[in-house]
């Protein structure tokens, strides 16, 4: 069975840092696409980072510098560092599983429960 | 405002059918593949459409999706209460090298 459980989120001032983190199970971690998606209150769904099955990362332009994904494959956890917090930036934080095919990955098939990241003074 | 434009809001009654739009552009829908989530107050998204058309095993026929140029189609037919949710279209975008969600329509079952 698939799990995806983040953890790591909390209460940030303006201007701080935060590392969250995703520990994956059940699928070949080191194969697999993953991506941070965010939902800040009241709004939709952004997707924020993510890596691509051959290990390439890419960004939101919203987070792009500040930002930075990374993954443990010996421990099957997926992270996301993030510097110069804003407040625009508070959210739910979810860790989600690419559905990879053949080299191919396209739609996220599971998502965790997610992580609340609050940046507020 | 987001890149693939989705409407606010529909609605409709208990048993009808209920289409959401999503329109996007070359870069993405265009020359990508859609997916398309369900998203419930309080739990983790859903796929419910993947590779435009496909769905995930555990999806009900009562969903379908569709793509045409840079638009694509979520259908919902013989609709329950429960289906009322956040649905969102999701597509990459090569120009921008990143994954792009529709801004989400709330489906209201009156």
């Known amino acids: 069975e698939v799990q995806l459980l983040e953890s790591g989120g909390g209460l940030v001032q303006p201007g701080g840092s935060l590392r969250l983190s995703c520990a994956a199970s059940?699928?070949?971690?080191?194969?697999?696409?993953m991506s941070w998606v965010r939902q800040a209150p009241g709004k939709g769904l952004e997707w924020v980072s993510g890596?691509?099955?051959?290990?390439?990362?890419y960004y939101a332009d919203s987070v792009k510098g500040r930002f930075s994904i990374s993954r443990d494959t010996s421990k099957n956890t997926l992270y996301v560092q993030m510097n110069s917090l804003r407040v625009e930036d508070t959210a739910l934080y979810y860790c989600?599983?690419?559905?990879?095919?053949?080299?191919?990955?396209?739609?996220?098939?599971?998502w965790g429960q997610g992580t609340l990241v609050t940046v507020s003074s | 405002q987001s890149v693939l434009t989705q409407p606010p809001s529909v609605s409709a009654a208990p048993g009808q059918k209920v289409t959401i739009s999503c329109s996007g552009s070359?870069?993405?829908?265009?020359?990508?593949?859609v997916s398309w989530y369900q998203h419930l107050p309080g739990t983790a998204p859903q796929l419910l459409i993947y590779?435009?058309?496909k769905r995930p095993s555990g999806i009900p026929d009562r969903f379908s999706g569709s793509k045409s140029g840079t638009s694509a189609t979520l259908d919902i037919t013989g609709l329950q209460t429960g289906d009322e949710a956040d649905y969102y279209c999701?597509?990459?975008?090569?120009?921008?090298?990143?994954?792009?969600f529709g801004g989400g329509t709330k489906l209201t079952v009156l």
């Open positions: 989600a599983k690419r559905k990879c095919s053949g080299g191919n990955c396209r739609g996220f098939d599971y």
């Open positions: 059940g699928f070949s971690f080191s194969n697999n696409a």
């Open positions: 890596f691509s099955g051959g290990g390439n990362t």
């Open positions: 070359s870069s993405n829908i265009g020359n990508n593949y």
């Open positions: 590779d435009n058309d």
């Open positions: 999701e597509s990459w975008d090569g120009s921008l090298s990143a994954v792009l």
